[in-house]
């Protein structure tokens, strides 16, 4: 199946990827981008750099995690290929599986690859595993009725894995939240609330990008207590921008020349930054920033 092909057919339920945004647990996609992506899909899903920098890498991860494996545990584990994409028999569940594992003693699970920086390591520490993937490996044993899932990770230059349980409770719970969001929403066209991701606002703008001159909508007073809590917001922000900037320039007026000041829980530097002149004038200046 190609990817035009591919994303047709993603539209037409419920995907791994977009769990944790109904379910309000991604920390980059709301419910709102879901139901646009299966309602009004604005252009055509692209490829950003970490997409495919994943891609790249799926296979020799696939080819590196059963030597690993072996090497810890003693135990073999054969990756296998998952052909197609899963359609749930009654519910409007999608599924597009990275591979497959057989292991000697659990028998036939998931296996789902993902890359991710250093800087995301702590969402690995202790045994750990990030919310959304979770939810995509729930709703994946589901779709395909098996009891286990692996997920193998290359974290920064670390290769790792976590063995994910069949959890009933939860896949209860998802099932429960996934229907209500395709008949509450997805069906009746009825959009849910964005929720202040970029990605929302990105959507926004390419739906309603061009106004209508002249336009225009009244909303009586259903969206009065929401406008004034945004100037009450804005007021606040104001506020703090200003006593943000009075620390900063009292720590600046303590330093003078220095480029560092050391307090008893943090420091502050005050560091000359070189700008190289590309299409702004050369020039130099020093950055303050507090740690």
Known sequence: MNRKKWLKARRKGIGGSDVAAILGISKYKSAFGVYVDKVSPVGEEVDNVHTRFGKWLETPIKEEFPKRFFAETGIKILVKEA????VHKTDPFVGTLDGLVEHEAHGEGV???KT???RQWKEWEDGDVPGEYYCQVQHY??????EFSYIVALVGKELLWRYIGRDEKFI??????LRAFWTNHVL???PPAPAGFTSDKEVLEALYGEGKEGAVVEVGE????????YKEIRNQIKELEKEEAIIKQTFMAEMKEAETLILPNGKATWKTVERKGYEVKPKSFRSFRIW
């Open 83 to 86: 052909k197609g994409m899963f």
């Open 111 to 113: 296996l789902e690859i």
């Open 116 to 118: 991710a920086s250093e």
């Open 141 to 146: 044993m589901n779709l395909s009725n098996l």
């Open 172 to 177: 209860k719970l998802m099932v429960e939240r």
């Open 188 to 190: 009746a066209k009825n």
């Open 222 to 229: 259903r969206f009065t207590p929401m406008y004034d809590r």
